[in-house]
Nanobody, 113 residues
Framework: QVQLVESGGGLVQPGGSLRLSCATS????????WAWYRQAPGKQRELVAG???????NVADSVKGRFTISRDTTKKALYLRMNSLKPEDTAVYYC???????WGQGTQVTVSS
């Protein structure tokens, strides 16, 4: 049974940092690209960062220089380090594979003073 469990979100002040984690089970982790997405209220889900099967990552222009994606293939886990958070980063964050599988519940990130 495929399971994606995101964690690490929370309430943080502007300029703060968070590290999101994505634990996976019941799925082949290696040899696939993975990505973090986010969905803000009233908006469509958008791609935030991706990492290819070789471990090379990239991020969307809106978070460049602030977010870093990484993975641990031995733990079958995906991570998103988020620094210098802004109110516009507020959203529910999800991880998924490419091609996508069943979505997890996501983790809420709220950036507010």
């Amino acid at each position: 049974q495929v399971q994606l469990v995101e964690s690490g979100g929370g309430l943080v002040q502007p300029g703060g940092s968070l590290r999101l984690s994505c634990a996976t089970s019941g799925i082949i982790f290696s040899n696939y690209p993975w990505a973090w997405y986010r969905q803000a209220p009233g908006k469509q889900r958008e791609l935030v960062a991706g990492i290819n099967r070789f471990g090379s990552g990239n991020v969307a222009d809106s978070v460049k220089g602030r977010f870093t994606i990484s993975r641990d293939t031995t733990k079958k886990a995906l991570y998103l380090r988020m620094n210098s958070l802004k109110p516009e980063d507020t959203a529910v964050y999800y991880c998924n594979r490419d091609p996508t599988v069943a979505w997890g519940q996501g983790t809420q990130v709220t950036v507010s003073s």
